[in-house]
């Protein structure tokens, strides 16, 4: 696998599940990020990990949780969602304190 | 705080003209400028970006934009447009300092290349 990856790539639940969506990366980044991008507005970002200090856009409802267990993995846990929460979450990585970030392909989540 | 504003979500244009697409910022101090590509159902992928060597930037496919501090602009222009063109485009701006850059984009401009 190369640069960055994000399983699984279509995710449908119901409200009440509870399910985690992974990104790793594979190209020696210290710094993740997890961005929402629904349709018709910009992508917002919603939590960065960088030399393992966590930042968090305090509009992020708290269903969403975060967890980046080493700086090759991230992970968003999702519980008790909503409708509105279905969106692509993108991930991305880069190097800390650089300014390009790269992107995997997303998962596609629909919240019925 | 910074902001970047795209001019047109949805730009068309024939298959050979030039494609131009607008991104304004706003930033008390000139920040780092970046172009994205998505093509359907794909991630974000870097075009290309300023980070306050050359104002114009040369990017891939052909690709360029100039940063311009005056008009606080940053365009992105391609003198001849191809089918394979055809992508949604983002406008992104960050700080100039931070372990996390954390870009703020724009609202993205579709483009449509027309045969």
């Known amino acids: 696998e190369t640069g960055v990856t994000q399983t699984p790539r279509h995710l449908v639940m119901g409200m009440t599940n509870k399910k985690s969506l992974k990104c790793e990366q594979h190209?020696?980044?210290?710094?993740m990020y997890w961005y929402k991008q629904s349709a018709k507005k910009p992508l917002e970002l919603m939590f960065v990990?960088?030399?393992?200090?966590?930042?968090e856009n305090n509009s992020v409802p708290s269903r969403f949780s975060p967890e980046c267990p080493n700086s090759s993995h991230l992970f968003l846990h999702l519980h008790t969602l909503q409708p509105e929460d279905s969106a692509l979450y993108l991930c991305?990585?880069?190097?800390?304190?650089?300014?390009?970030?790269?992107f995997g392909p997303g998962t596609r989540l629909t919240v019925l | 705080a910074q902001s970047v504003t795209q001019l047109g979500s949805h730009v068309s244009v024939s298959e050979g003209a030039l494609v131009l697409l607008r991104c304004n910022y706003s930033?008390?101090?000139?920040?780092?400028l970046f172009w994205y590509v998505q093509y359907p159902n794909q991630g974000l992928q870097l075009l290309l970006k300023?980070?306050?060597?050359?104002?114009l930037v040369k990017g891939i496919n052909g690709f360029e934009a100039e940063f311009k501090k005056s008009e606080t602009s940053f365009h992105l222009t391609k003198p001849s447009a191809h089918m394979s063109d055809a992508a949604e485009y983002f406008c992104?701006?960050?700080?100039?300092?931070?372990?996390?850059?954390?870009?703020?984009f724009g609202s993205g401009t579709q483009l449509t290349v027309l045969p």
């Open positions: 300023y980070t306050s060597a050359a104002t």
């Open positions: 992104a701006v960050s700080p100039l300092s931070g372990s996390a850059r954390q870009l703020t």
């Open positions: 991305a990585s880069s190097q800390a304190g650089r300014d390009t970030q790269y």
């Open positions: 190209l020696g980044h210290n710094a």
């Open positions: 930033s008390s101090v000139p920040p780092y």
């Open positions: 990990y960088s030399l393992e200090e966590r930042v």
